[in-house]
């Protein structure tokens, strides 16, 4: 109802072709929304200390300075090198001595099974796969696998679906397997039952899991490809997982004093000296549980790791084997994954996580965004349809607006509200806006912007416009005839080149010819323009030697396509047409005389010589191989294996 009335309405004041949607339109702002955090982000500097100390014995251990003269210290405590420096050269010669052990156990528990948006998450994680693919690969697993004598079968549950639950039947398989594979110490005694977190949970399906345990993924690797065996096999791992014990790891913190030149104080004054507290963690796995099978994935690029301490008891002295100030600088938030977008997404209550692969597609398809390193990165349409609908349609893409009509819809369903009293309370209000809108607001508006700069050609306002392929500066004197354009430089980017003369002569009016940077590359253009509109390529085309068979004037020249592919073209372009996609060679067709014959090359023949013309069909290769003529019906031919 929202993308079928916002879509058209975007048509008209924006662009055909774009789109608009209850759930995509919330999706795009949290995506601009973020670079903009990221543009306003202003990077601080921080400076952290640590010390590598040794006990008598050898063994090494890290610290780092948590605690200065009795006050603790923040993030932003150490702001430079100088303060660096002076706390690293106060701690040079000091007295270093363990104050205080602390240890305690710590249980780690697995993650529930799968539903459909945390399975798009963590294939995301640990396979690379989008939601899109996550969803198509989850899907043949479901319709079912060819399984040798078994036949056809479906190997996982409904992949739709917002439930942790597993049915009786599933924790009874995983149980046996678990004391099969792993013994009594890694089983429960009784099964794990989940609760979900996830805000208008639908859980009328079991959790996404094996629909036989027992078909383990060595058991199904000879019969499944790549993909679907990676989806299984994550699949299979969290579900048995999810029924193992917990697992333990022994922590250990030490408080480590660093008081410097006691030594050469008397003693009444020695204890009022104040110092600086350092830190060093660790921990030890002390049983595997669970993590024997399997382990969550995080989004979390930069989690540290804790290592293991060597035993330490209290009132122990240690020396210093080295100090290391090191610089730090604090970091803008992330752009989102499609893991950490589905994830946001769900936690707000927006959309039903079957809809989110196909809605991240959308955003891609429409161009709003474009996948860099695995992050969502805006392009200026995106950010453009996303300020607009959020200056004109605030109400409809707030955050906590579409979660709450997602509540309302769920009501529906539940058969707690009446669809008709709710389309009713929503339909009015944003029929009206939308007519509103449709008049208050000029066609344009959103995709030119005022500047404080005028034309240098005509003196009229220079404006920010948006393009096919993006913002740039451009005249608003355009439909009077000038057409004076520029790049739009953004924050970071290089000024763009100014052209640079050429030693080349324009063939058409001998002025200059100036080399440009066009869309494809650097080309040479007349610098007589708009006067002469002569453009040529920067790298002139190889030569074949052949002449043009069609206008019997051009020669046959090397070209790439907008794609990359080559081709041969007259060089008389765009008087003569002519083009081929294989080497021309200048000799005639013995069949129907052609003056040009080509060089094919395929995988399955090779190199071989045959006539381009359309029906002539002649070629080097022997009669039974001979391609049929491009006007010739192709014939049905079955073999038939024999068996001895």
């Known amino acids: 109802l929202v993308g079928f009335n916002l879509s058209p309405y975007l048509w008209k004041k924006i662009r055909y072709g774009l789109s608009a949607g209850r759930v995509q339109s919330v999706a795009l702002r949290l995506i601009c929304d973020r670079e903009k955090e990221i543009a306003a982000f202003v990077q601080q500097e921080y400076w952290t200390l640590g010390a590598q100390l040794a006990k008598g014995s050898g063994q090494e251990l890290a610290a780092h300075l948590i605690q200065l003269d009795g006050n603790k210290l923040d993030k932003f405590a150490i702001a430079d090198a100088a303060a660096a420096g002076a706390l690293k050269e106060r701690f040079a010669k000091a007295d270093w001595r363990v104050a205080q052990v602390t240890k305690s156990e710590k249980k780690r528990y697995p993650a529930p099974p799968f539903t459909t948006s945390t399975l798009q998450q963590e294939a995301a994680r640990k396979l690379g796969f989008s939601a899109k693919k996550t ?30 639950n ?22 429960l005694a009784k099964p794990r039952a989940f609760k979900n977190k996830a805000k208008n949970a639908q859980e009328a399906h079991e959790a996404v899991r094996p629909t036989d345990l027992t078909r383990t993924p060595a058991a199904l690797r000879a019969f499944l490809p790549p993909d679907q065996f990676k989806l299984y096999e994550l699949i299979w791992k969290r579900t048995v ?14 408080d480590i004093e660093a008081t410097a030149g006691r030594e050469s104080l008397p003693a009444a004054d020695a204890a009022a000296v104040a110092g600086g507290l350092f830190r060093a963690t660790g921990s030890v796995m002390r049983f595997d549980g669970f993590m024997k099978l399997y382990i969550e994935g995080t989004d979390d690029e930069g989690e540290e790791k804790e ?15 080295d100090l290391l100030a090191e610089q730090h600088f604090t ?5 989102y994954s499609e893991a950490s977008l589905v994830k946001t997404l769900e936690e707000y209550g927006i959309g039903r996580p079957p809809t989110y692969a196909s809605i991240l597609n959308t955003l891609v398809e429409r161009k709003y965004a474009v996948l860099e390193k695995k992050r969502f990165v805006p392009q200026d349409i995106g950010m453009v349809v996303s300020e607009h609908l959020a200056k004109h349609f605030e109400r409809y893409v707030d955050y906590n607006f579409t979660a709450g009509l997602e509540e309302e819809l769920d009501q529906v369903s539940r058969g707690e509200k009446q669809w008709q009293q709710l389309l009713g309370e929503f339909w009015s209000p944003f029929k009206a806006r939308i007519d ?23 003196s009229r306002p220079l404006a920010i416009k948006l393009g096919k392929r993006g913002k740039f500066i451009a005249c608003t004197g355009f439909k009077d005839g000038c057409k004076y354009t520029r790049p739009l ?6 000024e763009a080149a100014e052209p640079v003369l050429s030693e080349e002569k324009c063939d058409k009016c001998q002025a200059p010819m100036l080399i440009k940077d066009g869309r494809y590359g650097k080309y040479l253009a007349c610098s007589a323009y708009p006067a002469c509109k002569n453009i040529q390529p920067l790298v002139k085309p190889k030569g074949t030697g052949v002449t043009c068979p069609e206008c019997k004037e051009g020669e046959l020249t090397e070209k790439k396509s907008r794609y990359g592919k080559l081709f041969y073209s007259c060089n008389r372009y765009p008087k003569c ?8 060679v200048a000799e005639a067709c013995p069949k129907c005389a052609h003056p040009v014959t080509v060089d094919k090359t395929t995988k399955r023949d090779g190199t071989y010589r045959r006539c381009p013309q359309d029906g002539c069909g002649w070629s080097t290769l022997p009669a039974k191989e001979a391609k049929p003529a491009a006007n010739a019906k192709p014939t049905k031919t079955r073999t038939t294996k024999k068996t001895t």
């Not at 290592?307 to 084997?321: F, I, N, V």
């Not at 970091?331 to 752009?335: A, E, I, L, N």
């Open 135 to 164: 969803m198509a690969t989850a899907q043949k697993l479901y319709e079912g696998v060819a399984i040798g004598a078994a036949g056809t079968v479906g190997l996982i549950t409904y992949m739709r679906t917002d439930s942790v």
């Open 166 to 187: 597993l049915s009786s039947q599933a924790l009874g398989e995983a149980h046996e397997l678990i004391l099969r594979l792993f013994g009594k110490d890694y089983a």
């Open 241 to 254: 997982a999810c029924q193992m014990k917990e697992a333990l790891l022994d922590q250990t913190s030490v």
């Open 307 to 321: 290592g293991m301490l060597p035993p330490l008891s209290e009132g122990e002295t240690l020396a210093l084997r």
């Open 331 to 335: 970091q803008p938030p992330p752009r």
């Open 436 to 458: 509103q809108k449709m008049t208050e607001v000029a066609q344009g508006e959103a995709i030119t912007e005022a500047l404080e700069e005028n034309c240098p050609e005509c």
């Open 489 to 494: 430089v953004k924050d970071g980017e290089a």
């Open 577 to 584: 047409k002519y083009a081929v996609w294989d080497p021309p």
